[in-house]
């Protein structure tokens, strides 16, 4: 594959790294408005485009790639927002997305255990609560997976209604509130924890990522897997 990666910091190194590695191909190297425009004919001729950005510039870049019709691999999170929007835009005009909160294969295993755990602690009373820890530099708070793995507690156990970031500003003690603390410390990868607490032991489910490989591997299969596909792809149609 012909390959273009948009935001080219510390994920985006370790992207072309992996791309070289299983014989791609990165022809273009995105940071700043200026490289985008300065290639654009260019880029337009690639197979995919890998977005590790950040969330204010997320929608921007998935516009533009949707101007080129070239298939997306989005690794930002802190946009989902707008989701549902970029998702039906993308299946009405014929385009092809492949988003998910965190690509590592391994975590996404975890999810798959979260849905079965948040059944069971509904089912035998237990209290649900998730920690998720990165580095200081990550912007979005809490992180994408952990949302996605509240929402999936909340979907799998009529126990909680929504989540919270569990910080200083929070004052809800309602029993239907799922909480997420979420800490910045050091250079660290990415620990999420969903803990379950009942009056006879406890559970924890624990995933970390020792570098960003886990997550630039999963990236660049996920651009594998999109070539020749139309519309809308996470994890789960990988997996």
Not at 63 to 73: N, S, T
């Amino acid at each position: 594959m012909k390959i273009v990666i948009l935001g080219y910091g510390k994920m985006g190194h370790e992207v072309e790294q992996v791309a070289l590695q299983r014989g791609h191909e990165v022809v273009y190297r995105i940071d700043t408005e200026q490289d985008w425009y300065r290639n654009i004919d260019g880029i337009a001729d690639c197979d995919v485009v890998i977005e590790f950005s950040t969330p204010a510039t997320a929608i921007a870049n998935i516009e533009k790639c949707f101007e080129l019709d070239i298939p997306m691999v989005i690794g930002t999170t802190g946009w989902y927002a707008q989701l549902e929007d970029i998702k039906n835009r993308c299946k009405n005009e014929g385009h092809t997305i492949f988003y998910a909160p965190n690509f590592s294969i391994g975590m996404n295993f975890v999810m798959n255990l979260n849905k079965q755990m948040a059944r069971f602690a509904q089912k035998y009373d237990y209290q649900l609560d998730i920690t998720e820890t990165h580095h200081i530099h990550k912007l979005d708070k809490p992180s994408g997976t952990a949302v996605k793995l509240a929402e999936d507690i909340i979907d799998n156990n009529d126990n909680y209604e929504y989540w919270t970031l569990d910080d200083e500003d929070t004052q809800e003690n309602d029993d239907k509130i799922l909480r997420i603390n979420a800490i910045r410390e050091g250079e660290v990868f990415g620990i999420h924890e969903i803990n379950a607490l009942s009056d006879c032991d406890e559970i924890t489910l624990r995933h970390e990522a020792f570098s960003r490989k886990g997550f630039a591997t999963g990236a660049v299969i996920a651009a594998e897997f999109i070539q020749d596909k139309k519309g809308v792809f996470t994890m789960n149609d990988l997996l």
